[in-house]
């Protein structure tokens, strides 16, 4: 003879949802950046993208919540101090040259602008997030490597998380329009690797390998635009770094005082 056992299942409600399941999050997103009128006439995939949810910062790089990308990239919550986390990806190629990607003009922010490999934000979501230095870094490359197949079509075996140098964070603000802009603390990481490229075309229009060379003659066609951070960095610290490649990176690896812009 079998039996049946019959399971009382206790009613799940508002009320006791956090009692019974304590790892639930109750505050629900209400709002998309579909319906923002800040975002209208803009791209649809990128206004998407607009959801996603960027780390916010303190001064001193640590997490103290999290904010929508649009949030994040307004003007007016910038120039009131609103920061949030993000990477730039220097990717070379066995024959030391950078790979450079001309940003698509369907971007928000900084269209059309040529700059380092990939730049980006790791996600307020496990595994790239972190409140210390070293599990920051380890969601950062968590993140770049997400990014670099999502904008170049990159696979993950081709760029393994060990192979991310982390050399420094820099922190620094820029206006892209009237409307948007930057305001970060990014993580810099280097890493070479000979690379399939699969460019997405809503996020990359053109990409370029260059040599030091090649790079600095870019600076000087006034018909080429290129991102704040990327001119920074190339102002201040690039070519250093780039001089060492083959010599190593240790000296200038795990800097741990962020680098105020």
Partial sequence: MSTTTTTQTTTVTADNVLRLFPEVDTRLSTTSAAADHDLEGYDEEQIRLMDEVCIVLDNDDKPIGSASKKTCHLMKNIDQGLLHRA?????????NRLLLQQRAPEKITFPNMWTNTCCSHPLGVPGE???????AVQG???????????????????????????LTRIHYKAPSDGKWGEHEIDYIL??????????????????????????KSMFEDEAL????????????MLFDWWDSLETGLDKYKGEVEIRRM
């Fill in 129 to 135: 997030t972190g409140a210390e230095l070293e599990a």
């Fill in 225 to 236: 635009s290129f991102t704040p951070w990327f001119k920074l960095i190339c102002n201040t």
């Fill in 140 to 166: 950062v490359r968590v993140a770049a490597q997400r990014k670099l197949n999502h904008e170049l079509g990159i696979k993950a075996e081709q760029v393994p998380l060990d192979k991310f140098d982390f």
């Fill in 190 to 215: 280097f890493i070479k690797a000979d690379v399939d490229l699969d460019i997405n075309p809503n996020e990359v229009q053109a990409t370029e390998y260059a040599s030091e060379a090649d790079l």
């Fill in 87 to 95: 990477f730039s990806v220097f990717l070379f190629d066995s024959n």
